[in-house]
């Protein structure tokens, strides 16, 4: 026999390696969570004072209506048509915000709002404009259309290549007007 031990000596080693394993735990725990962890549920408290610090990027919806009012797609076909505009009645994204799409516009408005001080002061704007970024695509419309398994029934759902063929969502479909000729009749 060897040692004081015996044969249970290798099972003493792996108890002690789990044992300084569960030790170095312990202090990486302590020096890597931070202090006001789990003081308000299981987040870190400071993450809310995180957030309120960063810049906000949206504008939300009432900013963009603001000045773009009726004028919800970019191809009306004719003046008659965009004056009758109902966004409510007439855009089957209507439940959807406009940066959904487009992208945060706080910037946009922003800028809009500067632009339109300098012009009520008789000055000229030393900005640049910010553009509303186009970003009607397949890609983009695919993210919500591509036919997936477990969607609601009443969000139209497709298979691309067998819905458009190689033809682009835009050749049928405006995406502030998703509707096509046949739904029209």
């Known amino acids: 026999m ?20 569960f030790v170095v735990f312990l202090i990486a725990r302590a020096v890597l969570v931070p202090a006001d962890f789990n003081t308000l549920g299981f987040y870190r408290a400071g993450a809310l004072n995180d957030v309120r610090a960063r810049k906000i990027a949206y504008a939300g919806r ?5 000045c773009h009012a009726g004028i919800y797609w970019s191809t009306a076909d004719d003046a008659k048509e965009m004056a009758e505009a ?6 089957r994204h209507s439940t959807l915000r406009c940066e959904t799409c487009h992208g945060p516009l706080n910037a946009h408005r922003i800028e809009k709002e500067e632009k339109d001080k ?17 970003v009607a695509g397949d890609k983009l419309c695919l993210g919500c259309h591509r036919q997936i398994t477990g969607r609601p029934d009443m969000q139209p759902q497709v298979i691309a290549g067998d819905h458009g063929g190689k033809d682009k969502c835009e050749s049928c479909h405006r995406p502030h007007r998703p509707r096509t000729d046949e739904d029209e009749e």
């Open 118 to 134: 300098a012009e009520a002061a008789g000055k000229e704007f030393a900005g640049k404009e910010v553009p509303v970024p186009h």
């Open 86 to 91: 109902n966004p409510e009645k007439d855009n």
């Open 2 to 21: 060897r040692g004081r031990f015996g044969h249970a000596s290798h099972i003493l080693r792996m108890a002690a390696l789990f044992l300084a394993g």
């Open 62 to 66: 009432p900013a963009c209506e603001g």
